[in-house]
C-alpha cells in the first residue's frame, strides 16, 4: 500500500490547502480539532468552564482571575454546587487546600465548602469543613482555606485517575458574579515553578516542536537527546500553550513517539498509528501534524516583545535564527527566557539590483514588556566567506554513443576566455545575488588555481563524468585544506569553438565540497551573475545544512522549487532566483497540502500562513564546513 498522501493534521487550513490540490485515492487522515487536554492544573486553575458543572447557577468564563488566563464565574443563585471532571493523580499535595473567591459585594452570611472524592483510593465524598463568608470583603480574590486530613493527604499522594473535587457556595440571592480561581495546596508547588518535560522516542526522520507558533527545537533520527526525559520548561508561559509537533520524512518509513509531562503528570502521550508506520515507504514532507493545547497555569506570564524597524520595506522576523513568518512592526508572545530577535531588511528590482542587510538584538524577558527597535543595531556584515578555488581541466575526453564509451578524438580544449568567464561569473554573481540575498551575511572569495594540464576529465557514459577517476590521477586533498569549495571547470568545446559530440547538460555538487563545472554553463557573459553557479554551490549549502547541522531542507530541497510554488522567471526574477533568494533566507513556506513532484500554485512574497519555513539560514549566519 502507498501512503504517500498519509496526513495527520488539526489545522483545518491546512486542510483546505491540501484540499485546493485536488483529490487523489491515497489515504489522507484528519485531526480536526486541536486536542484539548484535561491537566490538574488546567481544572485547578478554571481555565475552561468544560471542566467544572455548576448545579444551581449560571457559570461563565471569567478574565477576571487570581492566576492563568480565565477563572470561572458564577451568578443568578443563592446555593451552588460546582463540581469538577475527574483527574488524575495530582502534585504537591500538603494538609492545607484553599481556592480564591472574588464577591461583588460583602455577604451578609454565607459560607463556602469543600468535598473530595477518589474512590478508587477508599477515599469517598469527604467533607473537608466549611469556611464563613460573611464579611468577606467585595472586589478583591481571598484565599478560602480547608485542613485535609491525613487520610485524604496520603490518597492524594497516590496514583489514581478518578479524583474530584465538589465546591458548595451558599450566599445570599445574587445575579452578578462570585469568581472562583486556583484551587491549590497550600505550600506546594508555588506559582510560576510548573515543571514541564517531554521524552521522544522516535524522531524518522525528524520532530519540529514549536509552542505558541515559536519553533522551539528540532529532533533528527540521530538525536542524541532521543529517549531521555528533559526539561522544556522555558518553552511555556502562564495559561493554556499549542503544543505543535511536526512529523517530517525524507524518504523512506517513518515514525515518531513524543510524551509531555507538567508536574510529573502524563498530559501527552501520542505515537504514530499503524497506518502510517508501518514499515513501507511513506511521501517526504511533513506527514503528521499535530497540535495539543497545555494548560500551565504556573509557569510564569508571557510578555510582549514589540519588534520595530526604520525602513522603508517591512523586515522579516527571527527568534533565534529561525523565520516567523512575521514582518516589522509586529508583537510576539515569549514568555521569560533570553532570545535573539534578528531582523531581515532588503529591497529587490529584478534581475540584478538587490539590497540586503540583518540586524540582530539579545533580549531577556522577565515580569515586562520588552521593545526592540531593530536598527538601532548595526548590520552584522559578513559571517560566511566561503573560499572557493576554480580548478581549470585543459581537456576532457568526451562519451560516443556509437561506441558506448569515450573517444579520445572526442576532445573538448578549455581557453582562457572560458576560465575569465567563470571567473568574472562567479565575482558577480556574490556581489550583485549572494551578498544581498543573504542579507549581506555571505559572500564568496574565489581564485583561479592553476590549469591541470596532463590529467582530462573523462565522460565514462552520457553526463557520467568520471570524477574518482580525475581525484585519483589529480590529488586534490591539499586544495580541499585550502578551499572550502573546488570547482572543476571543463571543456565541452572543441579547439576551434565547437561544441563536443554529446556535450554535457549538467552541472552538478557532490562531496559537500566539490562541484562539477561545464563550459556550456558559461555563455551569459562576462561578469554576469550566474544563476547555475549559484544553484551547485547552494547544493553544498544544503548538503551541509542536512547532514551537519541536522535541518531540513523541504520536500526535494534546492529541486523543489515548482512544489513550493516557484517558477522560472517568478516574480521577474532571472531563472530560479526568487526561490533562491528565499532558500537563502530560510522564508521558503512548506505546507502540509505539498506534495512531491506535483506543482503548488505560484507564491508570492512570503507569509505567516505556512506550516513550516525552511531553507540553508543557518548555514549562512553560522558558518560553512566550520573546522
Known amino acids: 500500500m502507498r501512503l504517500s498522501r498519509f496526513m495527520m493534521t488539526t489545522s483545518c487550513a491546512l486542510v483546505l490547502a491540501a484540499c485546493a490540490q485536488g483529490t487523489d485515492t491515497e489515504e489522507q487522515i484528519v485531526d480536526e480539532a486541536a486536542q484539548a487536554l484535561v491537566t490538574p492544573a488546567s481544572v485547578l486553575g478554571f481555565e475552561s468552564t468544560a471542566d467544572w458543572t455548576a448545579s444551581g447557577a449560571v457559570k ?164 542524541p537527546s532521543i529517549g531521555q526525559r528533559i526539561d522544556v520548561s522555558d518553552w511555556f508561559g502562564s495559561g493554556v500553550n499549542d503544543l505543535r509537533v511536526q512529523t517530517l520524512n525524507t524518504g523512506g518509513p517513518t515514525s515518531y513517539g513524543v510524551e509531555v509531562w507538567v508536574d510529573n503528570q502524563l498530559v501527552v502521550n501520542d505515537s504514530c498509528p499503524a497506518t502510517l508506520c508501518n514499515g513501507q515507504d511513506v511521501r517526504t514532507g511533513i506527514v503528521a501534524d499535530r497540535t495539543f493545547s497545555l494548560s500551565t497555569p504556573n509557569r510564569p506570564a508571557r510578555q510582549p516583545v514589540t519588534v520595530t524597524a526604520v525602513s522603508a520595506q517591512p523586515g522579516k522576523v527571527y527568534v533565534n535564527d529561525v523565520f516567523t513568518g512575521r514582518t516589522t512592526p509586529t508583537t510576539l508572545s515569549l514568555p521569560p527566557g533570553d532570545y535573539t530577535i534578528g531582523v531581515g531588511l532588503g529591497t529587490q528590482s529584478p534581475p540584478y539590483d538587490y539590497t540586503g542587510s540583518y540586524r540582530e538584538q539579545n533580549v531577556t524577558v522577565s515580569a515586562s514588556p520588552v521593545a526592540v527597535d531593530i536598527t538601532a543595531n548595526p548590520p552584522l556584515g559578513i559571517q560566511e566567506d ?99 569549495m573546488i570547482v572543476l571547470l571543463f571543456p565541452q568545446h572543441q579547439a576551434d569553438g565547437s561544441l563536443v559530440d554529446d556535450e554535457c547538460n549538467i552541472a552538478w555538487a557532490f562531496d559537500e565540497q566539490f562541484i562539477g563545472f561545464p563550459t556550456t554553463f558559461t555563455g551569459g557573459g562576462i561578469g554576469v551573475p550566474n544563476p547555475g553557479f549559484l544553484h551547485e554551490v547552494m547544493h553544498n549549502y544544503e548538503s551541509y545544512n542536512e547532514n551537519v547541522l541536522r535541518s531540513y531542507n523541504g520536500i526535494h530541497g534546492l529541486h523543489g522549487s515548482e512544489i513550493h510554488g516557484y517558477y522560472s522567471g517568478s516574480n521577474g526574477e532571472v531563472d530560479f532566483v526568487h526561490f533562491y533568494r528565499h532558500f537563502l533566507r530560510g522564508q521558503v513556506a512548506e505546507l502540509g497540502g505539498m506534495r512531491p513532484d506535483v506543482g503548488w500554485p505560484a507564491i508570492g512574497e512570503v507569509s505567516e500562513n505556512s506550516d513550516l519555513y525552511l531553507g540553508v539560514f543557518p548555514v549562512l549566519r553560522h558558518g560553512f564546513l566550520v573546522r
Do not use: C
Open 60 to 223: 461563565s468564563a471569567s478574565v477576571d482571575h487570581s492566576q492563568g488566563s480565565s477563572a470561572l464565574a458564577v451568578r443568578n443563585f443563592s446555593f451552588v454546587e460546582l463540581q469538577s471532571v475527574p483527574l488524575t493523580t495530582v502534585s504537591g499535595v500538603t494538609s492545607t487546600i484553599a481556592f480564591d473567591l472574588k464577591a461583588p459585594v460583602s455577604p451578609a452570611f454565607g459560607n463556602a465548602q469543600l468535598v473530595v472524592n477518589i474512590p478508587s483510593r477508599g477515599v469517598h465524598t469527604v467533607w473537608l469543613g466549611q469556611v464563613n463568608l460573611a464579611g468577606l470583603p467585595a472586589g478583591t480574590f481571598s484565599p478560602i482555606s480547608f485542613n485535609v486530613p491525613q487520610n485524604v493527604v496520603d490518597a492524594l499522594r497516590q496514583t489514581y485517575s478518578d479524583l474530584t473535587f465538589k465546591i458548595v457556595l451558599n450566599v445570599p440571592h445574587t445575579t452578578t458574579d462570585y469568581v472562583v480561581d486556583n484551587l491549590r495546596f497550600v505550600g506546594g508547588t508555588p506559582a510560576g515553578h510548573s515543571k514541564v518535560e517531554l521524552r521522544v522516542s522516535s524522531a524518522d526522520d525528524r520532530l519540529v516542536f514549536s509552542v505558541n507558533g515559536l519553533q522551539r527545537r528540532v529532533f533528527p533520527i540521530d538525536d
Open 386 to 484: 566561503t573560499r572557493i578555488g576554480i580548478l581549470p581541466i585543459r581537456r576532457s575526453i568526451n562519451y560516443v554513443a556509437s561506441l558506448g564509451g569515450p573517444d579520445p578524438s572526442n576532445t573538448g580544449v578549455l581557453s582562457d576566455d572560458d576560465i575569465t568567464d567563470l571567473l568574472t561569473q562567479a565575482r558577480a554573481t556574490s556581489a550583485r545575488w549572494l551578498e544581498p540575498l543573504s542579507y549581506g551575511l555571505a559572500k564568496w572569495t574565489v581564485e583561479v588555481l592553476p590549469t591541470v594540464e596532463d590529467v582530462p576529465m573523462v565522460e565514462q557514459n552520457h553526463d557520467g563524468w568520471d570524477t574518482g577517476r580525475f581525484r585519483s590521477e589529480f590529488p586534490t586533498a591539499a586544495l580541499e585544506s585550502q578551499y572550502d
